[in-house]
């Protein structure tokens, strides 16, 4: 047991997939993993274990944003000794070349949260992805047949900015060819460096900052489907 999670020792796989949604982590065990044992209610951040062709993998929700997860992996990593983390999330993009639907892996995570300037005294950390797992993803991805993009993304603590006094918010970020926006890889990343762990973020677009677009409920479900997919091809080559 940790703080925030009721698991017994051993029963949380070494490599975990990590929504920020706990129901998409029941939508995966319901959907895709047998003989699935549910490890964790507490706060309703469901944690599941369970096998995908044979193997065993765990997925738990971490909610939203870099305190929320970094309080799921670090407990995963340190008290359950979780290895592999891969983080599967929705994100919207701002950039002109990446669409909604696209499925992004994240090599390395820009940021706007203060948690790394503070813990490098105002120096710069580059919180980068795990080769292999990015590798195996990537591989995994191309036998799919899915076009993943692979770049740069942005960890942000806002989701709601103030437009008024600040009407482009991510202009500069995309200027300089950050593909998309989520709220949870760089405290990801920057984890498992610490507690020599292993850590990839795929995403799924879910909307088009700039145009307007988003995907319709059950759109969404099937474009996360090819994430999950990714996700657990890759799980099971660790
Ligand atoms: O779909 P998830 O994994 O929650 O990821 C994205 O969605 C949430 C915001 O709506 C943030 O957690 C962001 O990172
Ligand atoms: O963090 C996120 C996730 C999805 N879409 C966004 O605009 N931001």
Excluded at 40 to 52: A, D, E, K, S
Excluded at 203 to 217: C, P, R
């Amino acid at each position: 047991m940790s703080a925030h999670n009721e698991a017994k020792m051993g029963e949380i796989a070494e490599t975990i997939l990590l929504p920020g949604d706990p129901l998409r982590a029941k939508y995966i065990a319901d959907n895709f993993l047998e003989d699935v044992v549910c490890y964790n209610q507490v706060r309703n951040m469901l944690g599941f274990t369970g096998t995908y062709k044979g193997k065993r993998i765990s997925v738990q929700g971490t909610g939203m944003g870099v305190p929320s997860i970094s309080i799921y992996a670090h407990e995963l990593i340190n008290q359950y000794g979780v290895k592999n983390l891969i983080r599967i999330g929705t994100c919207g993009s701002f950039n002109k070349d990446v669409h909604v639907r696209d499925v992004i892996l994240s090599m390395t995570s820009c940021t706007d949260s203060a948690i790394n300037k503070n813990l490098f005294r105002g120096m710069d950390y580059a919180p980068c992805a795990d080769f292999g797992l990015l590798s195996d993803a990537h591989k995994a991805a191309v036998e799919k047949g899915v076009n993943v993009k692979v770049g740069s993304t942005l960890t942000s603590d806002i989701f709601y900015h103030d437009l008024d006094n600040n009407p482009e918010p991510f202009k500069l970020w995309a200027d300089y060819g950050v593909l998309a926006v989520e709220m949870e890889a760089t405290a990801l990343y920057t984890l498992a460096a610490r507690f020599n762990a292993k850590a990839l973020a795929i995403m799924t677009v879910s909307d088009h900052i700039l145009t307007g677009e988003e995907t319709s409920a059950d759109e969404r479900q099937t474009t996360l489907n090819t994430m999950i997919e990714i996700g657990l091809e890759t799980a099971i080559r660790q």
